[in-house]
C-alpha cells in the first residue's frame, strides 16, 4: 500500500472526528449566546471560586461599621429603642467627626415611645392627664428631637423601594433625588429599559427625611442562586434617579449631588462619581469585590459609642455606616466569601471597592471575547484531538483548561475584569469527551474488521487443511460442508435441552462447528494402499486406519503447545477432542479408547453422529449411499448402542433439516469401480469392528 494511499485512509478516519468536534462546539456557542439556567449557575459558581482566590482582605481604614449588636441590646434593652437614644448616638458619631454618616434603617412610623404620645395613652386608657409642658420640646417629642439632630450632620438615611408589581400600602415620604448626567445613547432609560424602575417605597417619617440632608435605598440583586454578588448603585421612581446608601452617603462626604452615567445601546456601562469611573453592568449593578468574611472592617459596637468608650481617632475622618448585627434583628446576606454576612457591611463593601477604585468589571465586551475563545479552543482542540492519541489528547484537554483557569484568575487578580472559563473549559472536554468516543467507536470497528479477517483466515486455514485430507481421500470438500452444516444443525436442537444448555452456548457451538472439518485431519498419517482401498480391510489394516484418531490429536496437541499462548485454547481443545474421540461408541467398543457414556466428550459424540450419517448417506469408493428414510432407521437402530441416546432423539427432531443438507450439498458418485456394499452394510445393525467411515 502506497504512502498516499495510507494518507487517503487517515484523513477519511479523522474526516468524522473534524465534523463532530466543529458540531460540537457550534452547538456549545449557540448555548452560550442562549444561556441557559444551568449554565448561569455554573458561572456563578466558578465565579465565586476565583473570587475567594483573589481575596486577601485587604481594605481601605475609612468604612466603619457602627454595630447594633447583642451587647448594644444587653445595655440598653431590646430593639426599636426610643428615638432620643438614636438621636444620642448620632450626635456622639457627629461630634466624634464622623465625615459621612449612612444608617441602614428605616424609620416609617412614628416613635410610640415619646412623652406626648404617652401623654395621649395614659389619658385615653386611664383617663389621668399627664403635664409635660415644662419638658423641652425635642424631649417631649423623641421624632422632634432625632429630626433636630439629623439636620444637624452629614446623616444619609435608609429606604427600600418595591420593585413587584404585589399591593402595598402607599406612603407619600419626601426621598432625595439626585442629578444624573447621562452619555451616551439616552433612549429606553426613561422607558425602564435600562435601570430597575421602583414600584413604590416604604420609605421614612417626613420629619425625618426633611431634616436629613440624604437618602439612599438599601435594596440588594440576589442571584438565582440565592448569593449576593452585585447591587445597583441606581434606581429610577417616578422618573428620577436615586442613589443606593453607599452611594448616597459617598455622595454627601463629597458635597455632590450629581453622577454621570455612561450607557451603550446594550444597557448602561458606568457610573461617573467626580473622577472615579464605576464600571456596572447593563442594569446598573455593581459586582462587589468581597475582601473577606463578616469582620473585614472595623466594626464599633453602639454600647460603647455611648458609653464613650470609643476614641475620636477611630471615629473622625470615617465613613460611618451604622447597623443591626445581632441575632434576628439585622438582614444577612449570603455572599460568595460568607453565608451569613451583615447587610449593613455591604454597604461598607460598596463604599470601600468606590475609595479604592478597586472593582470588579464584567466588560461589554466581554461576552464577545469568551464566545471568541469557545470557537477558538473548541476549533483548535479538535485540529488536535483528531490528530492525537489518548495521552496526547489528556495533555492538550489539562494545558487548555489549566490555560484557561490561570488566565482568568490572572485577569480578574490584576485587571479587575472577570472573563469566564467555563464555557470554553465545557468545548474543550466536549471535544476531548465526543473526539475520543468517536476514536474508540472507529477502533472498534477496525477491530472488528480485524476479528473478521482473523476469523476468515482461520476458516479457511481449517478448510484448506480438511480438503487436503479430504482429497487425499478422493472425497468432495462438499462432506466438509455437510458435516458442518450437520454439526450445527444438531448443536442448536440439543441447546434447548436443559441437560446440554450450559454447555452449547453460541460461542461454544461456533467453536465446534469450526472444529467438525478437522475430525480426519489425522487420515494424512495413513498409508494410501489402506486409505484408498475399495474393499474389504484386513484386521492389520483396520488397526491401521484407526490410528488416524491418534495422528489427528497429536497434530493438533503439537500446534497447540507451540501456538497455544496466542491461539484460541477452546478451539484447539474441542477440535483435539473431536480428533480422537469420535470414532469411540456409546456401548464402550469403540476406539482409540473404549470410552462409555458421557465418559465421551459431547463433542465427539455429536460429531460421531453428523460423520455417520454423511458416511451412510454418501458415495464412497469401498460402498454405495443408501436413502436418508435408510440413514434414520440406522441411526435409530444405533440409539444407546453406538450413538448417544439423547443426540439420536434430537436427530429425529430435525431429520428433515439433514435430509435438506444432504440435497443441498450432495456428491456425485465416487469415480472408479464401485464396489458390492458389505454384507456388514446390509444388516440392520452392523457390529462395531466391522464398520468403516
Known amino acids: 500500500m502506497g504512502h498516499k494511499t495510507i494518507w487517503a485512509r487517515t484523513r477519511q478516519e479523522r474526516q468524522p472526528l473534524l465534523i463532530g468536534g466543529i458540531i460540537l462546539t457550534a452547538f456549545i456557542a449557540l448555548l452560550y449566546l442562549y444561556e441557559p439556567t444551568f449554565f448561569r449557575f455554573l458561572d456563578n459558581r466558578l465565579y465565586d471560586i476565583l473570587l475567594r482566590s483573589t481575596a486577601n482582605g485587604d481594605v481601605t481604614a475609612l468604612p466603619v461599621i457602627i454595630d447594633l449588636d447583642e451587647k448594644s441590646l444587653a445595655q440598653f434593652g431590646q430593639w426599636p429603642w426610643p428615638r432620643y437614644r438614636v438621636a444620642i448616638l448620632l450626635r456622639k458619631l457627629k461630634d466624634l467627626g464622623a465625615a459621612g454618616i449612612g444608617l441602614d434603617m428605616v424609620f416609617p412610623e412614628a416613635d410610640r415611645t415619646s412623652f406626648a404620645t404617652l401623654k395621649e395613652d395614659i389619658l385615653r386608657d386611664f383617663k389621668i392627664r399627664v403635664d409635660v409642658s415644662k419638658l423641652p420640646a425635642t424631649m417631649r417629642d423623641n421624632d422632634k428631637g432625632l429630626a433636630a439632630v439629623l439636620a444637624q450632620g452629614p446623616f444619609v438615611l435608609g429606604y427600600k423601594f418595591i420593585l413587584s408589581d404585589e399591593e402595598h400600602p402607599r406612603g407619600e415620604p419626601l426621598l432625595h433625588p439626585i442629578n444624573v448626567v447621562t452619555a451616551g445613547p439616552t433612549k429606553g432609560i426613561q422607558d425602564g429599559n435600562f435601570l430597575f424602575q421602583a414600584r413604590d417605597v416604604v420609605g421614612n417619617l417626613k420629619i425625618f427625611s426633611a431634616a436629613a440632608p440624604a437618602s439612599g435605598f438599601f435594596n440588594v440583586a440576589h442571584d438565582l442562586d440565592g448569593i449576593l454578588r452585585r447591587a445597583p448603585l441606581l434606581m429610577v421612581y417616578n422618573g428620577k434617579y436615586y442613589p443606593s446608601l453607599a452611594l448616597a452617603t459617598l455622595m454627601q462626604t463629597l458635597g455632590t449631588d450629581q453622577v454621570t452615567l455612561t450607557l451603550t445601546r446594550a444597557g448602561v456601562d458606568s457610573l461617573r462619581l467626580g473622577r472615579t469611573r464605576i464600571p456596572l453592568d447593563s442594569k ?62 455591604v454597604h461598607a463593601t460598596i463604599a470601600d471597592n468606590i475609595l479604592k477604585k478597586d472593582f470588579v468589571a464584567r466588560p461589554t465586551w466581554a461576552p464577545s471575547l469568551e464566545l471568541f475563545l469557545i470557537l477558538v479552543f473548541g476549533v483548535l482542540s479538535t485540529l488536535l484531538l483528531a490528530r492525537t492519541g489518548a495521552a496526547w489528547s489528556l495533555l492538550v484537554l489539562g494545558v487548555g483548561a489549566l490555560g484557561l483557569w490561570q488566565g482568568a484568575q490572572w485577569t480578574l487578580q490584576t485587571r479587575g475584569i472577570f472573563l469566564s472559563p467555563l464555557i470554553p473549559i465545557i468545548a474543550l472536554a466536549g471535544n476531548f469527551a465526543l473526539l475520543t468516543l468517536l476514536k474508540y467507536w472507529q477502533e472498534e470497528r477496525k477491530a472488528k474488521a480485524r476479528a473478521r479477517d482473523i476469523l476468515r483466515t482461520q476458516d479457511f486455514t481449517i478448510l484448506c487443511l480438511a480438503s487436503l485430507t ?46 467438525a472439518p478437522l475430525h480426519d485431519i489425522g487420515k494424512v498419517g495413513v498409508p494410501d494402499n489402506i486409505l484408498l482401498k475399495p474393499g474389504q480391510l484386513t484386521p492389520a489394516e483396520y488397526d491401521e486406519v484407526k490410528k488416524h484418531t491418534t495422528h489427528g490429536r497429536d497434530v493438533i496437541q503439537r500446534a497447540e503447545e507451540k501456538f497455544g499462548a496466542g491461539a484460541n485454547i477452546s478451539f484447539l481443545r474441542l477440535a483435539k477432542e473431536i480428533a480422537y474421540s469420535h470414532h469411540e461408541r456409546w456401548d464402550g467398543c469403540g476406539y482409540p479408547q473404549n470410552l462409555k457414556g458421557e465418559s465421551i466428550p459431547l463433542s465427539s459424540r455429536i460429531m460421531a453422529l453428523a460423520d455417520v450419517y454423511d458416511t451412510v448417506t454418501s458415495p464412497r469408493v469401498y460402498k454405495a449411499p443408501i436413502p436418508h428414510d435408510e440413514a434414520v432407521t440406522l441411526l435409530t437402530c444405533q440409539r444407546g448402542k453406538s450413538l448417544d441416546p439423547d443426540l439420536v432423539d434430537a436427530f429425529l427432531a430435525v431429520q428433515e433439516e439433514f435430509r435438506q443438507i444432504a440435497l443441498e450439498y450432495g456428491d456425485h458418485e465416487a469415480e472408479g469401480p464401485r464396489a458390492e456394499l458389505p454384507a456388514r452394510h446390509e444388516q440392520s445393525c452392523p457390529p462395531p469392528e466391522t464398520q468403516r467411515t
Open 284 to 345: 446598573g449593578n455593581l459586582l462587589i469585590h468581597f475582601r473577606g468574611r463578616a469582620g473585614t472592617f472595623k466594626h464599633v459596637s453602639v454600647g460603647d459609642v455611648l458609653w464613650d468608650h470609643v476614641s475620636r481617632e477611630h471615629i473622625q475622618g470615617k465613613l460611618v455606616f451604622v447597623g443591626l448585627s445581632a441575632a434576628g434583628l439585622g438582614d444577612v446576606h449570603s455572599t460568595p466569601l460568607d453565608p451569613v454576612f451583615p447587610g449593613v457591611e
Open 470 to 515: 479430504e482429497t487425499r481421500h478422493r472425497e468432495t470438500g462438499r462432506h466438509i460442508l455437510r458435516t458442518q452444516r450437520y454439526v450445527r444443525c444438531l448443536c442448536r436442537q440439543l441447546a434447548s435441552h436443559p441437560k446440554f444448555r450450559a454447555f452449547l452456548d453460541p460461542e461454544t457451538i461456533e467453536q465446534l462447528c469450526k472444529s
